[in-house]
């Protein structure tokens, strides 16, 4: 049994994977909405106790990251520095959900911070066990409008506008991984052979954004529409999960047809 604090663990990923680790570990929430910061001085005491930190507290809205550089950076950046820091100081292991963004980093100020975040982390890795896991499209229940899922934006226009809204052609090409694989490897990154690496999280295969369009007009009975092209896409975005696969040997929940007909009935009712 591990003692592992859990920043950001009241968000989307963490609503997930508490419940998960509860079952075998000793758990810790550290969450802004509980009024516990990062930032803060009682923070140090929480990192001291962990064996191991995960560090899902983060601004993860690309779109919003325009709108406020300067919060991203701080969290992102300055926030992960200080995880880092204290986690090499008290001897808890890391594990840093970064994401696929950072292959392309000059898009956004989000992929900016998690670059940078992602080099601190890399660094320390030379004499502190680091995990790095590059999360790729994220989806699932619970998701909220600060995750940047196309499928939350998806899901909630068909449930409430009875439409889909496609910027572009729609024949952009994602990597789309349920949040039920997600905590499972992050899970399993607890073990020690999962220290020092960096790893591409996500399925291998790529999904064009009109096939899963489609799935949300089909369960939620409407329609798929279509808007200008935005000043700043990324054409495609594929995990390579040949080191995840040496690392992680259970088959993969990420069922899309079935999971998007449950986000499509979760969010009718929530």
Same mark, same amino acid.
């Given at each position: 049994?591990?003692?592992?604090?859990?920043?950001?663990?009241?968000?989307?990923?963490?609503?997930?994977?508490? %419940?998960? +680790?509860?079952?075998?570990?000793?758990?810790?929430?550290?969450?802004? !909405?509980?009024?516990?910061?990062?930032?803060?001085?009682? =923070?140090?005491?929480?990192?001291?106790?962990?064996?191991?930190?995960?560090?899902?507290?983060?601004?993860? @809205?690309?779109?919003?990251? /325009?709108?406020?550089?300067?919060?991203?950076?701080?969290?992102?950046?300055?926030?992960?520095?200080? #995880?880092?820091?204290?986690?090499?100081?008290?001897?808890?292991?890391?594990?840093?959900? $970064?994401?696929?963004?950072?292959? =392309?980093?000059?898009?956004? %100020?989000?992929?900016? @911070? *998690?670059?940078?975040?992602?080099?601190?982390?890399?660094?320390?890795?030379?004499?502190?066990?680091?995990? !790095?896991?590059?999360?790729?499209?994220?989806?699932?229940?619970?998701?909220?409008?600060? @995750?940047? $899922?196309?499928?939350?934006? /998806?899901?909630?226009?068909?449930?409430?506008?009875?439409? #889909?809204?496609? /910027?572009? @052609?729609?024949?952009?090409?994602?990597?789309?991984?349920?949040?039920?694989?997600?905590?499972?490897?992050? *899970?399993?990154?607890? $073990?020690?052979?999962?220290?020092?690496?960096?790893?591409?999280?996500?399925?291998?295969?790529?999904?064009?954004?009109?096939?899963?369009?489609?799935?949300?007009?089909?369960?939620?009975?409407?329609?798929?529409?279509?808007?200008? #092209? %935005?000043?700043?896409?990324? *054409?495609?975005?594929?995990?390579? %999960?040949?080191?995840?696969?040496?690392? =992680?040997?259970?088959? =993969?929940?990420?069922? +899309?047809?079935?999971?998007?007909?449950?986000?499509?009935?979760?969010?009718?009712?929530?």
């Amino acid at each position: 049994m591990k003692k592992i604090l859990c920043t950001g663990g009241r968000g989307f990923i963490g609503s997930h994977l508490v %419940p998960l +680790l509860r079952k075998e570990h000793r758990v810790k929430v550290w969450d802004l !909405i509980d009024g516990k910061d990062i930032f803060a001085l009682k =923070f140090e005491k929480a990192v001291k106790w962990a064996d191991v930190v995960i560090h899902l507290a983060a601004e993860t @809205s690309v779109l919003g990251s /325009f709108n406020r550089p300067k919060e991203f950076m701080y969290l992102n950046v300055l926030g992960t520095s200080r #995880v880092c820091e204290l986690a090499a100081k008290y001897g808890a292991k890391l594990i840093f959900p $970064s994401s696929a963004a950072v292959y =392309f980093r000059n898009l956004s %100020p989000y992929a900016e @911070s *998690k670059a940078l975040a992602e080099d601190i982390c890399a660094n320390v890795q030379q004499y502190h066990p680091v995990t !790095i896991l590059r999360f790729y499209n994220v989806y699932g229940t619970n998701m909220n409008a600060n @995750s940047g $899922s196309i499928m939350y934006n /998806f899901a909630t226009s068909i449930v409430k506008d009875k439409k #889909v809204v496609v /910027f572009g @052609s729609g024949d952009q090409t994602r990597d789309f991984i349920s949040i039920k694989d997600i905590v499972s490897i992050i *899970k399993a990154a607890i $073990s020690k052979k999962w220290d020092g690496k960096i790893v591409d999280v996500g399925t291998g295969q790529a999904h064009t954004i009109n096939y899963i369009a489609e799935l949300f007009a089909h369960y939620g009975k409407g329609v798929v529409t279509y808007h200008e #092209v %935005p000043k700043r896409e990324i *054409k495609w975005s594929i995990a390579r %999960p040949d080191i995840l696969k040496t690392l =992680f040997k259970k088959p =993969f929940k990420t069922n +899309l047809e079935i999971d998007i007909k449950e986000i499509v009935e979760y969010y009718a009712k929530h």
